[in-house]
């Protein structure tokens, strides 16, 4: 009787675990890697990419990958969450939006407030991150969101969904996500920078076939609710050398009989504000290692130095007026005064940031030390 009793027990009490059945199985859904934005006639247009999580893991195979790449999806609505409901009604399966990494607006989208609608949407949805990445661009987003990688690799691995992997080897332009956005636009001088992104179609070359890829090709200056402009990187070559994250980059200074290639890195940036009466001035300062990388001929290192920092310099102070010009605060130097200075902040603001003229910047100096020449000594191989 005693054996039955636990029996019957152990059975009633098996009706109170939870169970599993409203639970969605992992390869019956449908996996949202990035989504572009457009604004046509005051209808959102919408371009969702589908991942092949097959295409993610490794695959013992070794005959050609002949699976399907990416999938876009598209449809139209005047709002946003009504576009993206749209898009439901076609989904063959549910639509997961756990590993959604990035946006990318075009001209108009920003311009008419997308990006503002855009975040307040996905803010609030549960399954969304705030590592999102945000991108500008000008190209037709139907043949941006198919552009793939080369050799079978997964739109996971993209430009656009990975941009922290190229970034460690040439800080062209810094990545940008939600959760800087919000910092960015939500404090002084309430005004972001996001990466212009393009197509390369002739670049690359798989076989005999042009290989379409996307570049980052500039940067976008933006507010909570339009764009200022958009910048190609030749205007705005000083940004990375004031990126805190700045990792490493390539410059090629003028040598006495061949250019020289030095690589940048560890830069020590300051920003440093002064205040005559209500007059409000800046200071910028930085300082570097620079590696010898390509060096055939030899030069006096003084010289080679000189010329490197003489370039930098000049890289700074035309991206500063480059900003000027569109009425953008490009190295957040009103953020400056707002955290050390709040009583000047306070008196000088205008629509939260600092007014800015061509003379503000007052001084910019930039020192480089030559640190080593990689393999070779600080001299000419051959």
């Not at 080897?169 to 810094?174: A, L, V």
Request: hydrophobic share 35%.
């Amino acid at each position: 009787m005693r054996k039955c009793s636990c029996f019957l027990l152990c059975c009633l009490t098996a009706f109170l675990l939870s169970g599993c059945w409203d639970a969605n199985e992992p390869e019956r859904m449908v996996y949202v890697g990035g989504l572009g934005i457009d604004v046509k006639g005051g209808n959102y247009i919408v371009y969702l990419q589908i991942l092949n999580p097959s295409l993610v893991a490794k695959t013992e195979s070794a005959g050609g990958n002949t699976q399907v790449k990416v999938v876009v999806g598209q449809a139209s609505g005047k709002t946003l969450n009504e576009t993206i409901f749209n898009l439901y009604r076609s989904s063959q399966r549910r639509i997961f939006w756990g590993h959604l990494s990035f946006f990318v607006f075009t001209e108009e989208a920003l311009q008419e407030g997308a990006l503002q609608a855009t975040i307040d949407l996905f803010d609030r949805y549960r399954e969304t991150r705030y590592t999102t990445w945000i991108y500008a661009t000008k190209e037709p987003l139907k043949e941006l969101m198919t552009s793939t990688p080369p050799l079978a690799m997964s739109t996971y691995f993209s430009r656009l969904s990975d941009p922290q992997a190229a970034y460690e080897q040439s800080s062209f332009i810094r990545p940008i996500d939600m959760r800087e956005i919000l910092i960015e636009l939500n404090e002084p001088p309430h005004e972001a920078i996001i990466p212009y992104v393009r197509l390369a179609k002739h670049t690359w070359k798989a076989d005999k076939k042009t290989n379409t890829m996307i570049q980052f090709a500039g940067a976008a200056f933006i507010t909570k609710s339009s764009v200022k402009d958009i910048v190609s990187y030749k205007k705005i070559k000083g940004l990375k050398w004031l990126n805190e994250d700045f990792k490493r980059e390539e410059i090629s200074v003028k040598g006495e009989t061949a250019p020289i290639s030095l690589l940048i890195d560890k830069p020590k940036i300051k920003k440093k504000v002064i205040i005559k009466g209500k007059e409000v001035r800046f200071q910028i300062s930085v300082e570097a290692d620079a590696v010898l990388s390509e060096f055939t001929y030899p030069d006096k290192l003084t010289d080679v130095q000189k010329s490197a920092e003489k370039l930098l310099k000049s890289e700074i102070k035309q991206t500063y007026l480059e900003g000027i010009e569109a009425d953008m605060d490009v190295y957040r130097l009103s953020e400056e005064v707002y955290r050390k200075h709040v009583d000047t902040w306070k008196a000088v603001e205008k629509n939260g940031k600092v007014p800015l003229a061509k003379d503000s910047l007052q001084e910019i100096s930039v020192k480089i030390t030559l640190v080593h020449g990689e393999k070779q000594r600080k001299g000419p191989t051959l």
